[in-house]
């Protein structure tokens, strides 16, 4: 998935990384653990959490259906579930078109 840009330049990342990365704030990440069985980040001997690219996806996808797609918490993790692969269609469609809107806006201001 193309949501997150640099992340292939490391192999786990902290929950303060992700929580900057994908823009939401830790105690959600840790409320997000427990409401979605398939987020479940490594945690090292001291007990801290270590994410993955793979959760990191998993993250921004989530964040994908409740921010953009409104919808419940339920009605994510059942749509995780069922149809993943459509999820994650939907969602590199929409990146893809916030960023041609946003090439557009550019030119606009350039010419005015």
């Given at each position: 998935?193309a949501?997150i ?10 929950i ?9 704030s830790a105690?959600t990440l840790?409320?997000w653990?427990k409401?979605?069985?398939?987020l479940?980040?490594?945690?090292n001997?001291?007990?801290?959490r270590?994410y993955?690219?793979e ?6 996808l989530?964040?994908h259906l409740l921010?953009?797609?409104?919808l419940?918490i339920?009605?994510?993790?059942d ?5 993943r692969?459509a999820?994650?269609?939907s969602a590199?469609i929409?990146e893809?078109?916030k960023?041609?809107r946003?090439?557009l ?6 010419l005015?």
């Amino acid at each position: 998935m193309a949501l997150i840009k640099d992340k292939e330049l490391k192999l786990y990342y902290s929950i303060k990384e992700v929580a900057d990365i994908v823009g939401v704030s830790a105690s959600t990440l840790r409320f997000w653990e427990k409401q979605f069985s398939e987020l479940s980040p490594k945690k090292n001997a001291g007990g801290i959490r270590q994410y993955t690219k793979e959760d990191v996806d998993l993250i921004a996808l989530i964040q994908h259906l409740l921010k953009d797609k409104g919808l419940t918490i339920a009605a994510a993790r059942d749509r995780l579930k069922t149809s993943r692969k459509a999820v994650i269609d939907s969602a590199d469609i929409v990146e893809r078109l916030k960023s041609v809107r946003d090439e557009l806006q550019a030119m606009l201001d350039e010419l005015q």
